[in-house]
């Protein structure tokens, strides 16, 4: 994988996370192992070799903590996006305010357009853009043009179809070395159509959101199966407990941005 991340920037889950949105039937998040799942995270990521900066929460938006949803952080600058969520209108500022510190150029998605950060899949070749519920065909357009204006080139992935997708990257995540964790059922996608996939196991389709992070592969534990893939294919899994932020409907890759 070209990309080397040195830094991350993460925010802390509020009292109020249990408020944030969700389609999950797991029941309320516990507060307390959030609070230690999340450190255990950022634990990871600096073992990884990234400097983490950790934001405090914000009781206005118990969504949050997602901050990968506010930005897309590329090497040449950063795009801050606006929430498909009109409950996390705010959030993508807050952290746009952050970034101007840390980014040479920083672009923005205007109304009507509508881009969440989870849509968005870096590969090697070439950024995969999803069209779902959050990130609108609008807004996609934008996203394109801004990426293009970077030096990079993109691709829509229209996903409003698939059942159960609430992100592009709840079902897809880039491994590097040309590979795309996906999980099951997910139908055949022409914009996939130059890598090689590694499919998941339909009762593990949740580990599909997965982060490659330099020389590691964080996963979410629980999930043996694709973690064993994994291992055989070279990688070095980085296994971590993720329950509280499934609750949420939250992933992995949620809990980040990375640049």
């Not at 500022?93 to 970034?99: D, H, K, Q, R, Y």
């Not at 870096?122 to 030096?151: F, H, K, P, Y």
Request: net charge negative; glycine share 10%.
């Amino acid at each position: 994988m070209s990309t080397r991340f040195t830094r991350a920037l993460l925010r802390l889950p509020g009292d109020n996370f249990a408020d944030g949105l969700t389609c999950s039937s797991e029941g309320a998040p516990l507060l307390t192992r959030a609070l230690e799942q999340h450190r255990r995270y950022a634990l990871a990521l600096e073992a990884c070799g990234l400097a983490t900066t950790t934001l405090p929460a914000d009781p206005r938006y118990p969504d949050g903590t997602f901050v990968e949803d506010t930005a897309i952080v590329t090497a040449r600058g950063a795009i801050v996006t606006r929430p498909g969520a009109a409950s996390r209108a705010g959030e993508a500022e807050l952290i746009g305010a952050t970034l101007a510190t840390q980014c040479a150029r920083l672009l923005r998605i205007a109304a009507p357009g509508t881009v969440d950060g989870g849509d968005i899949c870096e590969t090697d070749s070439g950024v995969l853009i999803g069209i779902t519920a959050r990130t609108n065909e609008d807004g996609a357009r934008q996203l394109a043009t801004m990426l293009a204006e970077l030096g990079y080139r993109s691709t829509p992935v229209d996903v409003r179809a698939v059942a159960g997708l609430l992100h592009l990257k709840t079902g897809i995540s880039y491994l590097g070395d040309g590979r795309l964790a996906v999980a099951a059922g997910l139908p055949k996608l022409a914009a996939l159509a130059g890598y090689e996939l590694v499919t998941l196991a339909a009762e593990e389709s949740y580990a599909a959101n997965c982060i490659r992070v330099n020389d590691r592969v964080l996963v979410a534990a629980g999930y043996p199966r694709f973690a064993e893939a994994l291992t055989r294919l070279g990688y070095d899994p980085l296994p971590l407990d993720m329950s509280e932020f499934r609750k949420m409907d939250g992933g992995l890759s949620c809990l980040s941005l990375r640049f």
